[in-house]
């Protein structure tokens, strides 16, 4: 029955409080092995769809299935530690009076010698073999959070749900350990719930991402594919800064200072949105009071003057001024490249990585 049902399954959860609906009408679908992200700002409901699944809240309405059998509806409810489900935390709840090895044997059966084996084969795996017999508060943040995951993983669950678990880490730490444990967890086979507000998280170890806002997924989808086709403003702002530009339709066409962009289907008169991202920006320079001319995929070269430059680390971000209408644009270049205030330089757009947006109801306009 596994081969032809995802691993998790959640259909239409909807979780109201008091009055206000927290969850609403959330889905999803997991395949064994895989691993998905429920990306969204703090607040929008993503801890409470996985306390959800992991059986320690209760939906209002919906059905949570795992291989294809049902496992919680409103009516029946498999106990939270009957559902194979295995749980990451912030805070990684360790249990201090217990050793390093005792923690990681805490959920399996049997004697503490019939646990030996597989304590012993995660701690090596997670390079923490010669602190067995140690406790957790001698253990740095990050050999703790090696702990916690190895303990999960202990009793084999077929499915992880893992709330911020590396928010509390150190940023050097970060992505060495994040790689780690998604390394552990593709080869025990096992499918990964991961809520994050991060984009870069997300993007570095999901499989699929489910961009949540207001209690909904707005979009899902591989990382490729949600960053360079979002559904709306919101999205494309979620992941990146973005640089902005305001037009009113006339034939299908709207006038900006970088040229025209089509519209299609839009009427005349309605305001649509032209959202681009700082790095696909060009910079050119001043020649005589001319920039480069106009080509079909960077369009037409606006006149700017630099306002300030800073040196990032891996980049360098210039801010401009626009002579069209004194708006601000950023432009982000890699490496160092920090032109003087009062600079004119010439910028352009990449048309193929500019969204277009209808400002009334945020829905993207696909040539």
Known sequence: MTGTHPRLEIRNIVRDYDGKR????????????????????????????????????????????VDGHLICDTVFRVPPERRSIGLIFQDFALFPHLTVGDNVGFGLSGSRKDKLPRVGELLERVGLSHYINEYPHQLSGGEQQRVALARAIAPRPSIMLMDEPFSGLDNRLRDGIRDETLALLKDEGTSVLLVTHEPEEAMRMADEIALMRDGK????????NIYNAP?????????????LLTGTVRGALTDTPFGQFL????????????????????????????GPNPTPLAGAPARATVERARFMGSESLVEFRMDHDQSMIRATVPNVFLPKPGTVMWLTVRRDRCFVFRKASGSVIKP
């Open 22 to 65: 927290v969850v609403d009408n959330v889905s999803l679908a997991i395949q064994p092995g895989n691993v998905t992200c429920l990306l969204g700002p703090s607040g929008c409901g993503k801890s409470t769809t996985l306390r959800i699944i992991a059986g320690v809240d209760m939906q209002t309405s919906g059905t949570i299935h």
């Open 217 to 224: 997924i707005v979009q899902r989808g591989a990382p490729y």
């Open 231 to 243: 559904a709306d403003k919101a999205a494309v702002a979620f992941f990146s800064d973005i640089n």
């Open 263 to 290: 519209a299609p289907g839009v009427p005349d008169g309605e305001e649509v949105e032209i959202v681009f991202r700082p790095q696909h920006v060009g910079i050119d320079f001043d020649r005589q009071g001319k």
